[in-house]
């Protein structure tokens, strides 16, 4: 019975080992894909490239909405425009078959992108993909000590387990700040935005309960074995 515990627990170690060469091999032509992209656009001039964004907003207000007042929107809609051109710069109103149609420009709002400003999300993103490498290459020792392991209460797996949890709440503060960075960086106007996913902060909740787990079970193993 122990030998099959066993034979299954290495069995899902080389399992995930290879699923983790691979995500590495993914993540690291990604990286290289993006250093690429960043020597391009550090060997070009400053000016080489400018892309100007205007922000467009358009809302759709369906005519079951205007009810009885939908048979005279042509005459509403030219007192509408009339007003709207004079207060509000950049709206405009157009009639469609399913409603009203309210487009706004904000004129004021341009945003402009340059060679830089690609580069800044370029090394941005290699800071998220090198610490998703690091997640998956712990992830990868945390196989390889399943994969030889007698037994999962063996103080390399639980080692292994403990330095995983610790990397999956480390790496997701890195990738979140990376996130913000090419947030901002496209965004154009340097706003850092920081949106910390709880999923890998879970997960390695979940990795260091199953810790504490282990260690009883080696505690009571090692007791075991002592008794005898």
């Known amino acids: 019975m122990e030998n099959n515990i066993q034979t299954k627990v290495n069995k899902i170690g080389k399992a995930g080992r290879a699923v983790s060469i691979i995500l590495i091999i993914l993540l690291s032509i990604g990286a290289f894909g993006l250093l690429v992209g960043g020597v391009i656009c550090a060997a070009l001039p400053k000016d080489a490239v400018q892309v100007t964004i205007q922000p467009n907003v358009d809302v759709m207000v369906d005519k079951s909405l205007a009810g009885e007042d ?113 947030s901002a960086a496209l965004a154009g106007l340097g706003k850092m935005s920081f949106d910390l996913s709880l999923t890998p902060i879970f997960t390695a909740l979940v990795v260091f309960f199953l810790c504490m787990v282990f260690r009883y079970g080696a505690q009571l193993q090692q007791e075991a074995d002592e008794t005898l």
């Open 70 to 182: 939908w048979a005279k929107i042509d005459e509403l809609l030219t007192e509408a425009q009339n007003k709207v051109g004079e207060e509000f710069v950049g709206v405009a109103l157009d009639k469609t078959e399913e409603g009203l149609m309210v487009h706004v420009s904000d004129l004021d709002e341009l945003k402009n992108f340059g060679i830089r400003d690609a580069l800044k999300a370029i090394c941005a993103g290699l800071i998220g993909i090198a610490s998703a490498i690091v997640t998956v290459a712990m992830f990868l020792k945390l196989c390889d000590a399943f994969k030889t392991c007698r037994s999962p209460f063996d103080e390399p797996v639980i080692k292994r387990m403990n330095i995983f949890a610790w990397t999956l709440i480390v790496c997701a503060v890195v990738g979140a700040f990376a996130k913000g960075a090419v």
